[in-house]
């Protein structure tokens, strides 16, 4: 049930930035009914449905939707990268619009937050 509410959440952030953006920005916007109609509403449930794959994935993201930074992530990669028959989990990297690995990046995913030692309450790093 958590995971459900994690995905409304997700599209109602969408929902409100989009409204705030469409007023001001769009001519589709009615103001009659306080909601976006035509090509927004359209954008907002391709939006939705994004959202929804990518949580039936488990936050993996086919390699054709492409990261909108270059970086390092999370991939799965084809095994045929290191003469395998299975796919394998490992890092590849993202430059200038392509995978580096190019057709060997299945799927990505962001990298998670580096791990950060709790700290006490007395402030003195102990």
Not at 77 to 91: K, N, R
């Amino acid at each position: 049930m958590q995971k459900l509410e994690k995905i409304l959440k997700e599209i109602d952030e969408i929902k409100v930035g989009f409204d705030t953006e469409c007023r001001s920005e769009c001519d589709l916007y009615d103001w009659s009914c306080g909601a976006c109609v035509g090509e927004c509403d359209e954008y907002i449930k391709e939006r939705a449905k994004e959202i929804i794959r990518k949580h039936m994935n488990d936050g993996w993201i086919p390699a054709k939707e492409k990261p909108a930074e270059d970086g390092f992530y999370v991939a799965t990669m084809s095994g045929a990268l290191v003469d395998q028959e299975e796919p394998f989990v490992g890092l590849a990297e993202f430059e200038d619009g392509e995978w580096v690995d190019g057709d060997d990046v299945i799927a990505w995913r962001p990298l998670p937050e580096p791990y950060q030692a709790e700290r006490s309450d007395n402030n003195d790093g102990e």
